[in-house]
């Protein structure tokens, strides 16, 4: 059985940085793409940036030039390095994954508050 096991998240001043991470286990097949998702109170889900096997990126414009998203396949870990921080970030982060004949799971999610 596939699990996600997310950390990094917490309370921060606007301008601060936080570093999330996921670590991927259980499963036979190998990890594709990787990602994360977060969801504000009130809104729908949104991504926030993706990242490939390969290691291109994608990422939603309002995160571009602050947050960095890299992967550890050795240890199957996602990682998201968010810089600059801002209050509209404040949100529920969600790790992804796609797994190849497998399919896409997610973990529980971390919660990222950013102060004013």
């Known amino acids: 059985q596939v699990q996600l096991v997310e950390s990094g998240g917490g309370l921060v001043q606007a301008g601060g940085s936080l570093r999330l991470s996921c670590a991927a286990s259980?499963?036979?097949?190998?990890?594709?793409?990787m990602g994360w998702y977060r969801q504000a109170p009130g809104k729908q889900r949104e991504l926030v940036a993706l990242i490939t096997s390969g290691g291109s990126t994608n990422y939603a414009d309002s995160v571009k030039g602050r947050f960095t998203i890299s992967r550890e396949n050795a240890k199957n870990t996602v990682y998201l390095q968010m810089n600059s921080l801002k209050p509209e970030d404040t949100a529920v982060y969600y790790c992804?994954?796609?797994?190849?004949?497998?399919?896409?799971?997610w973990g529980q999610g971390t919660q990222v508050t950013v102060s004013s």
């Open positions: 992804t994954v796609h797994i190849v004949l497998s399919g896409t799971y």
């Open positions: 259980g499963s036979r097949f190998s990890i594709n793409d």
